[in-house]
């Protein structure tokens, strides 16, 4: 009889672990500088490189203008290790002053992610300094899925 119980609960416990819910996904804290010096040269696009706090230094990074629609705009972030991370931008607002190029006001949003990043969602907001080319600055949040497969 006792092992007739142990047995049971030992099934028990088994169906509680196969049916658990899967672990929490990961939301962080990011902050972006992407350097893109030159800016769009009339190929609907601009390129260069970036550091976002905590995932590291990219070498490159390019923003393809309008690739979603008009003012939806894809940026895609490859890191050194191969994973890659694609934001869609909006440009929201436009501070201007005097005969400066002035910045845009823009929002992101993680659409998806390869590698590391795979599965990965999120959103921010940021500003694009034209008077520098180019030189983007964004925080925001994103969220990792659980990569623990035990």
Avoid at 31 to 53: K, L, P, Q, W, Y
Avoid at 61 to 70: E, P
Avoid at 134 to 141: E, F, L, N, P, Y
């Amino acid at each position: 009889m006792k092992r007739t119980g142990a047995s049971i609960l030992t099934a028990i416990v088994l169906m509680l672990l196969a049916t658990a819910a899967p672990a929490a996904a990961e939301t962080q804290k990011y902050r972006a500088t992407f350097v893109e010096i030159g800016g769009d040269n009339g190929t609907g696009s601009s390129c260069g490189s970036g550091t976002i706090s905590g995932m590291g230094h990219v070498a490159n990074q390019c923003v393809q203008f309008d690739a979603c629609g008009i003012n939806c705009h894809e940026r895609t972030i490859e890191f050194e290790d191969g994973s890659s991370v694609l934001i869609v931008e909006r440009v929201v607002g436009v501070i201007t002053h005097g005969d400066s190029s002035g910045f845009l006001e823009i929002t992101q949003w993680i659409v998806e992610g390869t590698g590391r990043f795979e599965g990965a969602t999120g959103s921010g907001t940021g500003l694009v300094n034209l008077n520098a080319g180019a030189v983007i600055v964004a925080s925001g949040t994103i969220t990792l899925p659980d990569d623990d497969e035990d």
